[in-house]
């Protein structure tokens, strides 16, 4: 009886210490582990913040266990830049930065956001570094300009490194020399953490290692997570869209031909609103966007030439003027950053011409209107139809043009009534002779 006794306690104690390894956070198996993929490509911008921003909030709500950040960028804007670095540095959930896939790299901006990760990785085949501040048209900046934002820069990434226990000594090296490393490179010299081929891969290998949840150390298997891709936003696409060069340099000129057309043929309403409405949007993404204050202004020097040509005769002289300060300050309408080139010709001298043919065509309009024998003064109102307001016997009172004019008849129309539609006929001083309108029709 007490053999039996000591074995069921026995059976029991066995069974509770599996049940406590099989609920432990650290055996793996039973933990699903959920995390948030947030894809960021193209130039660093206000737009990439708003999305990086979305991805954590959705993240926060739902409860993600991790947030990967698919990485591929040139460069962009160093404020757009720390922006990022301070979600990603207070995110209260691990922020894993890959960059991926195959091709990608973290160049510039793209390389402190590296840093600033609490896992770093790498696709096969990537780069990352080229971190040197660069000036106004692609040039290294003045010397003690230079000085000062590479100080800045800096001391940010040998910090973010150090905490990470990552290469500081080479992320100063990216500021400092412009040095690049690709994946393997970097993987051997510490600059990061993994080198996985996709999120899948990178996410075993994380298991592997295990995070921190709940202050606990958890590892996980291949069947014991999930990744969810973040849907960006309607308002990210927009901005992304809005924020990219050649959008922003279309939209200025499609804000002056509107406006042009306008301004020359008054009252047509639509390109005016139209006009508008491009030209806030170009002005908006003209101030984040790197621009050349000249170039914006040989740009609408144009536009006022444009106009000039309209009230001027100058034989198309105003006309070749504005398309040659347009075309200026096309070429020099953005700075080149990391990420953001200059506009190219194949994008300038189409729009430019057809900025020309819209012009030249305005031109001949306003021309042929203006060559146009017209009717001055009383004359050029025979043949206009009025309406009786006032009539007695054979004269009264007429409304044409919005205008009362005195009015008579030769034909004996005596029964001329309030509201009968007459044609002007004749003038007799400054008295209109009228017939009525049936009367003629008859």
Known sequence: MKKNLFFLVLLILVLSIVSIF??????GSNNKISALYIRISGTINPAQVDLLEDGYNDATRNNYDLIIIGLDTPGGLAKSMRDMVKIILNSRIPVVVWVGPKGAQAASAGVFLVAASDIAAMAPNTSIGAASPVAMGGKDAPKTLEKKIKNDLMSLIRSMAREKNRNFMWYERAIETAESLNAQEAAINKVIDIIAVSPTDLMEQIGKKGIMKNGTLVKFDKHSY???????SLRYKFLSWLLDPQIAYLLLLGGIAGLFFELSHPGVIFPGVFG???????LYALSVLP????GLLLILLGFVLFILEIKIISYGLLTIGGLVCMFLGSTILFRHEPGITGLGYSTILPSLFVIGILVIWVLYLVTKVQLKPTKLGIEGIVGMIGEVIEWKENKGKIKIRGEIWKAETTRGNN?????????VVDTLGLTLIVEPIQTLTT
């Open 226 to 232: 999930k990744i969810i891709e973040f849907a960006p």
């Open 22 to 27: 099989q609920s432990s956070p650290t055996s």
């Open 291 to 294: 621009t050349n204050v000249a």
């Open 276 to 282: 508008s409405i491009c030209l806030l949007l170009a």
């Open 415 to 423: 029964n001329l009534s309030k509201g009968t539609k007459v044609r």
